[in-house]
């Protein structure tokens, strides 16, 4: 079993940064990859990016290249998100998971472990 919680989040103008993290706790050495999903009002739960917990390869969704950044530290079994620029399309709950497996990393169903959620808020 793996548990996260997720910080970080917050209102923040357009154009403002925040950065989120999310701390793993339980059985973190099998855990193969993270990643970040997000779920706006109204919506489904969507990719935004993901890390590769050993090599440190990453993946984004297109909507967020450029402007985010995720990254982990090993040491203390966290995973982040530098998000920069942000936008009112922006705005959603986000969520960090973590996957035992290799996959592709952009599908809700390859991960088995999920936090909370934290509320991000972008204003125009």
């Known amino acids: 079993q793996v548990q996260l919680v997720e910080s970080g989040g917050g209102v923040v103008q357009a154009g403002a940064s925040l950065r989120l993290s999310c701390a793993a706790s339980g059985r973190t050495f099998s855990i193969y990859a993270m990643g970040w999903f997000r779920q706006a009002p109204g919506k489904e739960r969507e990719f935004v990016a993901a890390?590769?917990?050993?090599?440190?390869?990453?993946y984004y969704a297109d909507s967020v290249k450029g402007r985010f950044t995720i990254s982990r530290d090993n040491a203390k079994n966290t995973v982040y998100l530098q998000m920069n620029s942000l936008k009112p399309e922006d705005t959603a709950v986000y969520y960090c998971a973590a996957t035992y497996y290799r996959g592709s990393y952009f599908f809700l169903d390859e991960y088995d472990y999920w936090g909370q959620g934290t509320q991000v808020t972008v204003s125009s």
């Open positions: 890390i590769n917990w050993s090599g440190g390869s990453t």
